[in-house]
Structures are given as C-alpha cells and as structure tokens.
Antibody, heavy 122, light 111 residues
Framework: EVQLLESGGGLVQPGGSLRLSCAAS????????MSWVRQAPGKGLEWVSG????????YYADSVKGRLTISRDNSKNTLYLQMSSLRAEDTAVYYC???????????????WGQGTLVTVSS | QSALTQPASVSGSPGQSITISCTGT?????????VSWYQQHPGKAPKLMIY???NRPSGVSNRFSGSKSGNTASLAIAGLQAEDEADYYC???????????FGTGTKVTVL
C-alpha cells in the first residue's frame, strides 16, 4: 500500500524559513516523479512544485519560483520542500503527491499524503 | 497562468446525472489531452477520478466519465449518490512556465 507521510509544518513568521518532508513507502520511490500541491484555508488546489524520478529536473509555479526548492533523496525514500522568504499567502495545507505512472510527469496525482499545515503569521 | 474556470456549484437529486465543466485555453485544456479530475471530501486529501481526459483509475466507479471539446473539459456523474457530495477539481498540463494548473473547483451537492 502506498503511503506518503508529510511532516515539518507549523507556524513561521513572515520572511522565515521551513523545510517540509514527505516519507514515502509501499512503492519504488526512485521510479516516480513527485509533486507538492497546496490548499489555502477554504480555497482550491494549487500545484506548487514537481521533481522527476531521478531528481535532475525540477519545476515550480510562478508564485513560488525563487523562494521554494524541491528536492528528493531516493536512498531515504523522502521528498523535501525547502521554503524561504515566506509570505502570508503561503499559508496552506501542503500535500505531497505521487504521479500515477512510472517516470511520468503529467500531473496525474494518483496518491496523496494527509497534508501538513504551514501558517505564516506574526 | 490563471486557474481553469469551473462553476462554483452544481446540484442534483439522487439518481440524476450532472456535468461539471472546466474551461481553459488552447495552451492547456485545448492543447493537450493531459486533463484530470479530482474528488475531495471535506478534510480529506484529493482522489484522482479521471486522467487522460476520459480514463478511470482502477477502483473508480464507472458512473464517472470525462470528455473534452475544444478548450472545455467535462466530468459527468451518472446515478448521483449521497457519497458523491464533495468538491471536484479539474487539472491540465500547460505550455506556460507553470506546467500544471488546477481548476477553481466545483462543490457538488446531492439534494
């Protein structure tokens, strides 16, 4: 069974930094592209960032480019999101999501974690 | 890159059929067949319901079907059931600098 477990969320001041982690199990992590998708309180889904299976190619939404960095450690089956220069509008539940097919990056998120809440406030 | 446009709400009685639209541009919905749909119940993570415009993942009821015409994709739910009450989001691959975009979301209410 695929399991994705996010951690690292919490309260941070504007301009601060935070690192989210997503521990994966139940599948061959190194064979799948992964993404982070966020949802502000009471709002819709927003794709934030994605990374290919080998980690060599990364992609970002314009709204976070230059402030958020996605990475992965295939030896630890873990996905990361380093967040810096955080703003109030970054407040959201952040979901880790696995692509449906091996070696694809098509935005077909077949498995999701339970999410971790990031609150940016003074 | 703006979100794809969906109606804010759609409702129907049990057993009826409903359709949710998702309108984009020729740079996303209209340009590629990489359209997907997600169902999200309150407080839960989204669930993939449709991919490649019209394909259902294993385990998804055949009451759910997807289609596309021009820049608009659609999700149809036949034989509406109480458990179908949820938020639904479309998503598409885009040729913009942000490679994926979600729709604005539609709240489905079963009357």
């Amino acid at each position: 069974e695929v399991q994705l477990l996010e951690s690292g969320g919490g309260l941070v001041q504007p301009g601060g930094s935070l690192r989210l982690s997503c521990a994966a199990s139940g599948f061959t992590f190194r064979s799948y592209a992964m993404s982070w998708v966020r949802q502000a309180p009471g709002k819709g889904l927003e794709w934030v960032s994605g990374i290919r299976d080998a980690g060599g190619n990364t992609y970002y939404a314009d709204s976070v480019k230059g402030r958020l960095t996605i990475s992965r450690d295939n030896s630890k089956n873990t996905l990361y999101l380093q967040m810096s220069s955080l703003r109030a509008e970054d407040t959201a539940v952040y979901y880790c999501a696995k692509e449906r097919g091996e070696r694809e990056l098509l935005g077909y998120f077949g498995s999701w974690g339970q999410g971790t809440l990031v609150t940016v406030s003074s | 890159q703006s979100a794809l446009t969906q109606p804010a709400s759609v409702s129907g009685s049990p057993g009826q059929s409903i359709t949710i639209s998702c309108t984009g541009t020729s740079s996303d919905v209209g340009g590629y067949n990489y359209v997907s749909w997600y169902q999200q119940h309150p407080g839960k993570a989204p669930k993939l319901m449709i991919y490649d415009v019209s394909n259902r993942p294993s385990g998804v009821s055949n009451r759910f079907s997807g289609s596309k015409s021009g820049n608009t994709a659609s999700l149809a739910i036949a034989g509406l059931q109480a458990e179908d009450e949820a938020d639904y989001y479309c998503s598409a691959y885009t040729s913009f600098t942000t490679p994926f975009v979600f729709g604005t979301g539609t709240k489905v209410t079963v009357l």
